[in-house]
């Protein structure tokens, strides 16, 4: 059963580089999907991956393509440069003029000047898809997950409607901002999910992500999601036993000592875990903390995103 802070209908995963955002929003649109909501998992960086995440042909594609024959789940990769097009169309209502007054050199050099042009652009395309509706008049999709760019680039997209509304009160961006930051602050709709390491850069970047979005940006956090945990390999008598052995073995064979090393290692490595897991849960303490298995695997695939998705799902402890 997926957790009371995914029934929103757009989610933004943020965090910093390397973190396994886009990991992690495959696995909860998967997780949609199969409950039978149509989802749209919206993808930012230079290169898609959702295709091949779920073993499809690695392709960019600005409109939605499906990417399982059985299950209603969908995904896009935006581009500034083909939401500019796409914007300019329906201003302009032709592509003829849309060419003549943007496709020249001078409103290009314009355009790339203007601050802020393109994160506007990509969070204005957001906001249409959440407004698209079907021929019944419903929402064209249930849930839209979004990868939002790394920790810096992913405040500023989702700050700049607002700043553009405190500074501008009135022309074409106030007019269009305006609803892009009802949609981004509406607790009912939109929330942002935290993705962090279990290591002390990471997650000293998520409490400062998560005081920016809550003080600077105004909008909701649903979970913080602690990637690559390791799982615990002993219990405390166990590992007691396990620094015994070693030491009664050291020295007599070169192979058993890098393997006790090794076991050593392990649940050493999940106790520095568990202690930066704690910084966040007292520093977050509002936020359900959910640790997400790391997975000894070389390839992320169906059964990988299934684990996921799993664990996602429910709140758990250390």
């Given at each position: ?50 295709p ?33 097009a ?45 407004q ?74 998520t ?18 999601f ?67 298995p ?16 799993h ?8």
């Amino acid at each position: 059963m997926l957790a009371e802070q995914f029934e929103k209908r757009l989610i933004f995963f943020a965090g910093k580089g390397g973190v396994g955002r886009t990991t992690l929003s495959a696995a909860i649109g998967l997780a949609h999907a199969r409950r039978k909501r149509r989802t749209l998992i919206v993808e930012m960086g230079a290169t898609p991956q959702m295709p091949s995440l779920f073993g499809g042909e690695s392709r960019s594609s600005y409109e939605p393509i499906r990417l399982m024959k059985d299950l209603p789940l969908y995904t896009c990769h935006l581009t500034p440069k083909e939401a500019l097009a796409e914007y300019g169309v329906m201003k302009l209502k032709m592509r003829s003029v849309y060419k003549l007054v943007f496709e020249n050199d001078f409103m290009k050099r314009l355009v790339e000047w203007v601050p802020g042009m393109d994160e506007l652009l990509l969070i204005g395309k957001i906001w249409f898809i959440e407004q698209q509706r079907d021929r019944n008049g419903r929402p064209m999709y249930d849930r839209i997950i979004v990868d939002a760019p790394a920790t810096g680039h992913g405040v500023s997209l989702l700050q700049l409607p607002s700043v553009i509304v405190d500074a501008v009160k009135s022309g074409p961006f106030a007019t269009d901002s305006r609803p892009i930051q009802d949609l981004l602050q509406d607790p009912t709709r939109t929330l942002v999910h935290l993705v962090s390491l279990p290591e002390e850069l990471p997650v000293r970047e998520t409490l400062e992500l998560s005081e920016r979005i809550r003080t600077d940006l105004n909008i909701s956090l649903g979970c913080c999601f602690v990637n690559r945990v390791w799982p615990k390999p002993f219990t405390a008598r166990e590992q007691r036993i396990a620094g015994q052995l070693r030491a009664a073995v050291r020295g007599r064979d070169s192979n058993l000592d890098t393997m006790m090393d090794q076991v050593i290692n392990a649940s050493q490595r999940r106790d520095k875990q568990q202690k930066n897991i704690r910084t966040l849960q007292g520093e977050l303490s509002e936020l359900p903390i959910i640790q997400v298995p790391r997975l000894f695997t070389d390839r992320i695939g169906m059964e990988e995103l299934d684990t996921l998705s799993h664990h996602m799902g429910k709140e758990q402890h250390a």
